[in-house]
């Protein structure tokens, strides 16, 4: 699976590392002094339970930048599916840099694959209905792009990365404006070339955005009756995204409305770490 994901810049994986080994590390790791300089160790990292696998590219980079000697040979990929006590990897180098970078590397590891994890649930919810299962905005600060990853790990796709790569026009935006008509017009003499959703209440909102030439519609907190009179007054029309107090437990009502696409912010911003542990062999 990992050939088919497209990782962030190289660069942009390089800056988390150095941001969190920066934290961690500060003006030198104490402990992992007290180890011979020449001693090395062998390692094998264990997942502890099912997991979907993600963060790949940013524990590697974290043996890198502390030390290029180390050798990391991976025992499964990004997006694989993982079960109770699997190894996922087998690492050899100078026991300083190992042990100095332990609990970064397993930092991203851990939540890159929560979030992969979480975002696998909700894409198996929904299976056979259709639905695209979308990420959001709301991200661990400073990990947009990691976690935008991990949700391709876990079979999901990506919204928008910012407020910078597509128009989402909401409530306030509308307030601001007038009126739905006028955000769009403006919108569309503005940035032609972006994808133009609207936020929307209402059917009547509905038909003024879709008269006004948006793409897609974010039906919020539609229940589900109402979802299901949207998608038969519109689909096909317009792009039709369900959000807005979206749980995995009535997911699947809620896909087989009939909506294109459903976006929940619980993939990313509720994760819950997977239990991975790193044995020395």
């Known amino acids: 699976m990992a050939s088919r994901l497209q990782t962030p810049p190289a660069e942009q994986i390089a800056e988390d590392v150095r941001c969190a080994l920066r934290e961690d590390l500060g003006s030198g790791d104490c402990t992992a002094m007290l180890v011979p300089e020449h001693q090395a160790l062998e390692t094998r990292v264990l997942c502890r339970e099912n997991a979907v696998l993600a ?17 990391i040979e991976w025992r499964a990929r990004d997006g694989d599916r993982l079960a109770p006590d699997q190894e996922v990897l087998r690492m050899r180098g100078p026991a300083r840099a190992v042990l100095s970078g332990e609990r970064t590397a397993l930092n991203f590891l851990q939540t890159l ?4 994890t979480r975002t696998r649930a909700y894409v198996d919810a929904v299976d056979g209905t259709g639905v695209t299962i979308l990420d959001t905005r709301k991200t661990l600060p400073g990990l947009r792009l990691a976690q935008k990853y991990a949700v391709l790990c876990g079979g999901g796709s990506n919204h928008r990365i910012g407020l910078f790569d597509a128009l989402l026009i909401k409530e ?6 007038g009126s739905i008509r006028v955000a769009v017009e403006q ?7 972006l994808l133009l959703e609207v ?3 209402t ?3 509905l038909e003024e955005a879709f008269a006004a030439g948006a793409q897609r519609v974010l039906l919020d907190n539609f229940p589900v009756q109402r979802l299901a ?7 096909g029309r317009i792009g039709l995204e369900a959000s807005g107090g979206i749980e995995l437990e009535s997911i699947r009502q809620v896909a087989e409305s009939g909506v294109d696409f459903i976006s929940t912010g619980d993939i990313t911003k509720s994760v819950r770490a997977v239990d991975f542990s790193m044995r020395f062999v």
């Not at 963060?55 to 050798?71: A, C, N, Y």
């Open 55 to 71: 963060g790949q590219p940013w524990f590697t980079e974290t043996f890198r930048q502390l030390d290029p000697k180390i050798r």
């Open 113 to 116: 694959s929560g979030t992969a």
């Open 172 to 177: 306030n935006h509308i307030a601001a404006s």
């Open 187 to 193: 919108a569309q003499q503005h940035y032609p070339d």
């Open 199 to 201: 936020e929307v209440e």
């Open 203 to 205: 059917l009547e909102q």
């Open 229 to 235: 009179e949207a998608v038969r007054l519109y689909k």
